[in-house]
């Protein structure tokens, strides 16, 4: 039986697995984790639920442990069958996660399933819409969303700070919360823009 002290210990020990199979990714994860814990804050949530976003955040993409090498590192775009492939790294860094029977890590393993979500109900694995969505998990897919922009792919060139919040500001309301949006906003660079619904 785990005790609350494997709790602490998964995170190490999950980012560590992450990094040995993709340096790129894991790195990924830790800026997603620093933008998600302040946006977190920024839209006025308790500690404990901050902690919990970061968190989840910091192991959003480990279900990507699952993905072979050749899809994840491919320096062009991917087909369609090898897309599918990709997009089942949400739910299976979810039963990862699921594997601790801690209630704690339970709520991560749901933010983490939840974070390729879109607020318009397109998105995966459950397509869920709206406030079904947790908020932890719309904070995670603005951070994700950005830091993949801005952090440069093998298959697209980098976007600049202004190409990619246009682009989150455009995508609010359909793939993004406004709410979020405008707090992620704030805190990347202190101003904090108005957006219409």
Known sequence: MRTS???ADAFPLLTSLL???????????????WFAGRTAAALGLAKPTVNA???AALVHDVGKV?????ILNYPGKLDEISMELVRTHALRGEEILRRFPERHMR???TLVGAH????????????LRGEAIPLGARIIAVCDAFDAMTGGRCYRPTWNYGRATEELIACA?????PDVVTAFISIVDERIFRISS
């Open 116 to 127: 390729h979500e879109r607020l318009d109900g397109t998105g995966y694995p459950r397509r």
């Open 5 to 7: 002290s494997n709790v």
């Open 19 to 33: 990094a040995q199979k993709d340096r790129h990714t894991a790195d990924h994860c830790s800026r997603v984790m």
């Open 173 to 177: 309301g359909t793939q993004f919360d």
């Open 107 to 109: 709520e991560i393993a």
């Open 66 to 70: 699952h993905v072979p090498d050749s």
């Open 53 to 55: 976003v970061r968190q």
